[in-house]
């Protein structure tokens, strides 16, 4: 299934397409963020976090809400998820995989799913998000350094991956001539910006999804996909 950007009129100066991805899962417990993976890909709060509330007695749905506003945190693949993954960002109840050709959202994976591994065993819960007639060999590339870490202590120590660099932002030059995507957000949601270069046609942005069982608008010309485990929308773009 395909569905086009709304086009809108270009612009003397770059204008940007901003798409917001919200999340909603059928799954009623979901994942806390956290910046470390305890074993059996189990989230861990950070430690200021369970500190202040043990002392301040801070129910679950303030600590929710603190995390909730976080910036979604894009992490390199260095080894933790499939080879041709390039950058991983994960929220709550849900996962991104970035690769040069496709996005892939996963929703209600563990930390330690790999995407592969996930859909022998729940295909339903992906979606697979990719640009109709884009360049396949344009390259992503992280900006941003956030200052935390990521780390994996799953299994054998020789199975770990520690230190990995987490960053507020990753960008997808030249997808199409002229356009460049920036990935953002935070725990709630996943953005994409798309900046059009003066001169160049937006309606040249098409998306395509598979995976998805529906595809409806609603009144508010937000875009609902439906899938077998939850689904996702995609808000109306806004130009600016």
Known sequence: MKSSATPFRALGKPAVAAFCLVCVTCVLTLALKSQNVRAGGTPALPRNVLSQAHSNRLSSSSVAGYLSALPLAFEPNQGQSS????YIARGAGYTVF?????????????????PAERAATHPSDILRMSLAGADASA?????????????????????WHTSIPNFRRISHRQVYPGIDIYYHGTEGQLEEDFVVSPGT?????QLAFEGART???NSDRE?????????????APVAY
């Not at 080879?83 to 390039?86: A, L, P, R, S």
């Not at 959202?105 to 930390?111: D, E, F, K, N, R």
């Not at 992503?140 to 990521?150: C, V």
């Open 83 to 86: 080879d041709g993954v390039k």
């Open 98 to 114: 970035f690769t040069p050709s496709e996005t892939v959202l996963v929703l209600g994976t563990s930390s330690s799913t790999k």
């Open 139 to 159: 390259d992503l590339a992280a900006i941003d350094q956030l200052p935390g870490k990521t780390n994996y202590l799953i299994g054998p120590r020789q199975n």
């Open 201 to 205: 046609d937006p309606r040249a942005i």
């Open 215 to 217: 595809l409806r608008t």
């Open 223 to 235: 875009l609902r996909i439906g899938l077998a485990g939850g689904s996702v929308t995609l808000r």
